[in-house]
């Protein structure tokens, strides 16, 4: 969580992201045990809390490929983050 955390903290904002597409890969989320969820796609993290929702720039989507490293193999698809 430090490392997702500080990835985080160095972002700049921005917009909210594209819609995914109905089928496919439609990023990753991760819900916090205090509510917070996080949500990566398309170069876009967003921040959900219960007062409001921020949006950073994952330029390099080093924030979605470490929420996705996260996961135990056995439960993630192969996919390529560099579309």
Do not use: C, K, N, Q
Not at 32 to 41: H, M, T
């Amino acid at each position: 969580m430090a490392a997702l955390l500080a990835t985080w903290s160095s972002m700049d904002p921005g917009e909210g992201p594209e819609h995914a597409p109905p089928l496919g890969y439609r990023g990753v989320t991760l819900r916090a045990p205090d509510g917070r969820r996080w949500s990566a796609y398309a170069g876009v993290v967003s921040l959900e809390s219960e007062s409001r929702t921020d949006h950073r720039v994952d330029a390099g989507r080093s924030f979605e490929a470490t929420l996705l490293a996260s996961a135990p193999p056995e439960l993630l698809p192969e996919i390529d983050l560099t579309d």
